[in-house]
């Protein structure tokens, strides 16, 4: 395969509000035909960084560039961009239909194309029953296939969406997210959306970006950030983790308490500095065999059932918060647990993950 | 509800039964009442020089409303794009003559329009030395005057649907391709018509039935129809065709009324319906 061309260069972009400093410095690429996801906590500057990339506002430092030429300074009706509003930001007055053709209309292309691109969207976003409804007589699945089928028909080089799920139950939201990969896959457009909701952006993104506080954190595919976090705060961020805090050593952490947790110490962690140890729920082994690397034993605290596994709360002398441990349904039945129970925990070495504090 | 009906009654439904009832009758020989039943006031409406009155009335009334709507819609556009925390302070600011009396308020025209007025003595420290231009006394100055005294109105009209204008439709506007100019005449103005509505039929309403603005700025001789009523009442004696005129000139603002309640319900009404088909 080639190597993926980048569509999108974001350049040491930073954007103030007065005193505030929303985007502190981003550099960012984002490739041809990508699902890409910025994903951060409330406030950490993704959606000025969206805007910034949609034209409705300026960056106070730095470029954007699309296919190699700088648009921070076009106006967002002469981009090939489009947005998908956190709120639909659908217009009223307009049916369905009128909504999706407005953009082609400002095209200038002529009656029949606009009618024939519109009723293609309409079909693919499952819309053609509710072209001549009003905005306010859909549902908010209906209208967020409405504003992105409004977004869609424009065939931007560029879609980005800015929390387009954040209104929809659980159930809807599940759904779809796959229905925005598949119609991403299908019209071919690289789309660049924003969540502060980590499992959306691992189960859709191809790559994803972690910022906190206007700065970025990390950027690589889901996978590889879940298992090799840059820092304790995405580790934390992404998916669920335990950590044992204590100082660093050559070949690991030793923890408060003095027992030793085995794990690669990264370079730049001097022995003896303030470090954490952290591993995954899921690389925890109930009952280990003897020669597993980090062992410790604790107390059942709760447990609950999640269908395909069981997450325990173990107390553990190794941190003040209790172990997060998830096994198999079926691990769970060959040795059923109950609560108050004294078990055995063990991970490997290489499950270990290890940062300064 | 009961003392409302009792106050609307009293206030209200029972003067312009009264002023109704007063149409139907003739006038006395010497100006009193003569209580014998006829349609004649009525036909005197339609009397070209009436009627001429009635359509010259409605002509300045309408290009009033329209000035008016300009400026103050454009007065409110400018006040809700300002920073929020502004916004109140240039409301007050923009609704602060209203406070003022209405006559003073008109009195100030006259100094300003009069012959050796402010306007002039302006124009002559430009180093104007013609003769002084004839504003006070003419039909401009009685449209002025009603611009002035009603803007506040379509100001407040305007403002309101514009300030509730969620702001990501004009950028959602633009992001889809549209000029600001478009995106002004596609999305804004026609989500703000309802305000634009109300405004324009208050200043028509108020202005169309108006005798003190024409009265002062239009000098004696000026007539709208408020002061031909006025008149009839006060000067001619004549009660009874003065109250057709009234009953003439509250038809047409009742018309004016209906038909912008009609529009606007119209309006709300289909979406209320086709909301219902979609649930059913
Ligand atoms: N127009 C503005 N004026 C002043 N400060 C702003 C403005 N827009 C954003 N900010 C500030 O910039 C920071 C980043 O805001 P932004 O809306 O980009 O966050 P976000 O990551 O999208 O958050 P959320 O997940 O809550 O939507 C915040 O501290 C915010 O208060
Ligand atoms: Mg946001």
């Given at each position: 395969m080639s190597e993926p061309r980048t569509l999108l260069a974001i350049d040491h972009v930073s954007k103030n509000f007065g005193r505030v400093t929303a985007v502190d410095g981003i550099s960012l690429d984002i490739r041809e035909n990508e699902f890409f996801a910025l994903l951060g906590p409330s406030g950490c500057g993704k959606t000025t960084l969206l805007r910034m990339l949609a034209g409705f506002e300026m960056p106070s430092d730095g470029r954007i560039l699309l296919d190699g030429k700088d648009i921070a300074r076009t106006p967002p009706n002469k981009r090939p961009v489009n947005l998908m509003f956190q709120s639909y930001a659908l217009f009223p007055h307009m049916s369905v239909r009128a909504n999706v053709s407005y953009g082609l209309e400002m095209e200038r292309l002529p009656a029949k194309e606009i009618r024939s691109r519109v009723d293609a969207i309409l079909a693919t976003t499952e819309l053609v029953p509710f072209a001549d409804r009003k905005p306010e007589q859909l549902s908010g699945g209906q209208k967020?296939?409405?504003?992105?089928?409004?977004?869609?028909?424009?065939?931007?080089?560029?879609?980005?969406?800015?929390?387009?799920?954040?209104?929809?139950?659980?159930?809807?939201?599940?759904?779809?997210?796959?229905?925005?990969?598949?119609?991403?896959?299908?019209?071919?457009?690289?789309?660049?959306?924003?969540?502060?909701?980590?499992?959306?952006?691992?189960?859709?993104?191809?790559?994803?970006?972690?910022?906190?506080?206007?700065?970025?954190?990390?950027?690589?595919?889901?996978?590889?950030?879940?298992?090799?976090?840059?820092?304790?705060?995405?580790?934390?961020?992404?998916?669920?983790?335990?950590?044992?805090?204590?100082?660093?050593?050559?070949?690991?952490?030793?923890?408060?308490?003095?027992?030793?947790?085995?794990?690669?110490?990264?370079?730049?962690?001097?022995?003896?500095?303030?470090?954490?140890?952290?591993?995954?729920?899921?690389?925890?082994?109930?009952?280990?065999?003897?020669?597993?690397?980090?062992?410790?034993?604790?107390?059942?605290?709760?447990?609950?059932?999640?269908g395909l596994d069981l997450q325990l709360h173990v107390r553990t002398p190794l941190s003040p918060k209790p172990f997060l441990v998830r096994v198999t349904a079926d691990a769970a039945d060959r040795r059923p647990v109950a609560s108050g129970d004294q078990v055995e925990l063990g991970w490997d070495a290489a499950d270990v993950r290890i940062f300064a504090e | 509800m009961a003392p409302a009906l009792v106050w609307l009654t009293a206030l209200m439904v029972v003067p312009c039964a009264l002023v109704l009832a007063l149409a139907f009758f003739r006038r006395g020989i010497y100006g009193g009442i003569d209580y014998t039943f006829t349609l004649e006031n009525f036909g005197l409406v339609f009397d070209p020089l009436y009627a001429g009155i009635f359509l010259k009335s409605a002509r300045i009334a309408g290009t009033a409303t329209l000035i008016a709507v300009v400026i103050g819609y454009a007065a409110a556009y400018a006040i809700s794009a300002a920073p929020r925390r502004w916004q109140p302070v240039f409301l007050f600011f923009a609704v602060l003559p209203f406070w003022s009396n209405y006559l003073i308020r008109t009195y100030a025209w006259i100094v300003l329009l009069n012959r050796e007025g402010l306007i002039t003595q302006l124009l002559r420290w430009l180093g104007y030395t013609g003769e002084p231009p004839s504003m006070l006394y003419t039909e401009g100055a009685v449209i002025a005057g009603l611009v002035y005294n009603y803007l506040p109105f379509v100001i407040l009209a305007c403002y309101a649907p514009l300030s509730r204008l969620n702001p990501e439709l004009a950028e959602a506007s633009r992001d889809l391709g549209a000029s600001a100019a478009t995106t002004f005449r596609r999305v804004i103005l026609p989500l703000t018509v309802p305000g634009i509505a109300a405004g324009a039929v208050f200043v028509f309403v108020l202005s169309i039935g108006n005798f003190v603005t024409p009265a002062l700025l239009g000098g004696g001789r000026f007539q709208m129809i408020g002061n031909l009523v006025y008149d009839q009442f006060l000067t001619a004696n004549d009660w009874p065709f003065g109250a057709a005129l009234a009953m003439a000139l509250i038809a047409i603002m009742l018309l004016v009324l209906m038909v912008q309640a009609l529009a606007a319900d119209r309006a709300s009404g289909r979406a209320a319906q086709t909301k219902g088909d979609a649930d059913g």
């Open positions: 967020q296939r409405v504003a992105l089928a409004r977004a869609l028909v424009k065939r931007p080089r560029l879609l980005l969406l800015d929390e387009p799920l954040g209104a929809l139950d659980k159930k809807l939201r599940g759904a779809m997210q796959l229905e925005l990969k598949r119609l991403q896959h299908e019209v071919g457009i690289t789309f660049v959306i924003v969540t502060h909701d980590q499992e959306e952006s691992l189960v859709m993104a191809d790559r994803m970006a972690v910022l906190k506080d206007g700065r970025l954190l990390q950027c690589d595919t889901p996978h590889a950030i879940y298992e090799h976090p840059a820092d304790r705060f995405v580790a934390d961020f992404i998916g669920v983790m335990n950590f044992i805090p204590g100082k660093a050593s050559a070949d690991g952490v030793v923890a408060a308490n003095g027992a030793r947790i085995a794990g690669k110490v990264p370079a730049a962690l001097t022995p003896g500095a303030s470090a954490v140890a952290s591993v995954r729920p899921e690389r925890i082994r109930l009952f280990p065999s003897a020669e597993t690397a980090n062992r410790t034993t604790g107390t059942v605290e709760a447990l609950a059932y999640h | -």
